[in-house]
């Protein structure tokens, strides 16, 4: 199908402990993209990874690029409540854009 | 950044009745839009591609007599939700780049509710 797998699909953790979503791909990617959509809003552009390997880190949240580009992923650590919201990763396939299935971050103060 | 509006947020019809959803880039251009629908704690299920100047691409499974899609210029898509039922009911939502391959800049979403 179009979408790319993600797990876990919902993760509960109370504030200050680690989160950690992974992307799953069958095939090669070019390059893979990150969101976070807070409940009730829409999509929002976190980072791009391009690079075999590729690691970028933004404050407390850090995203890797698998070696063979087929798998990423995104840790947050010492949750906090703003960090509520569900996850995805997203990927260009020809002229199209498809969405990872999702993690839902349900963070407990 | 880049700001992509869309219009209506919310629209309540009756069954039968066709609904138009707008989609503007209103600070840079658009030469591909794309739409998705999202169910309650679902992700985002790409529903077509919007193309400029030409005919959209729709993903499988997407009736494209149903959901027409028209991308009149650069800054403007529209989905239009022809002959709606109930089922058709959910969150429809479009993102849109200013160049291939960028980042994807999304509306605030529609609510549709087909009564």
């Known amino acids: 199908g179009q979408q790319v797998m993600q797990i876990p699909q919902y993760q509960h953790v109370q504030e200050g402990e680690d989160f950690t979503t992974y992307c799953n791909s069958s095939t090669t990617l070019s390059n893979i993209q990150w969101y976070k959509q807070r409940p009730g809003g829409h999509p929002v552009f976190l980072i791009q990874l391009v690079k075999s390997g590729e690691v970028k880190k933004q404050k407390r949240l850090t995203f890797q690029f698998g070696e063979a580009k087929k798998n990423s992923s995104l840790h947050i650590t010492a949750t906090q409540t703003t960090d509520v919201g569900t996850y995805f990763c997203?990927?260009?396939?020809?002229?199209?854009?498809?969405f990872g299935t999702g993690t839902s971050l349900t963070v407990i103060p | 950044g880049a700001v992509v509006s869309q219009h209506p947020s919310r629209v309540i019809c009756k069954s039968g009745t066709s609904v138009k959803i707008e989609c503007r880039s209103l600070?840079?251009?658009?030469?591909?839009m794309f739409w998705y629908r999202q169910f309650p704690k679902q992700s985002l299920m790409l529903m077509a591609t919007s193309n400029e100047g030409s005919k959209a691409t729709y993903e499988q499974g997407v009736e494209k007599d149903k959901f027409l899609i028209n991308h009149a210029s650069l800054t403007l898509s529209t989905l239009t939700v022809t002959s709606a039922h109930p089922e058709d009911s959910s969150f429809y939502i479009c993102?849109?780049?200013?160049?291939?391959?960028?980042?994807?800049?999304f509306g605030p979403g529609t609510r549709l509710t087909v009564t």
């Open positions: 993102s849109a780049s200013s160049f291939q391959g960028g980042e994807q800049y």
């Open positions: 997203a990927l260009h396939r020809g002229n199209q854009f498809y």
């Open positions: 600070d840079f251009q658009a030469t591909t």
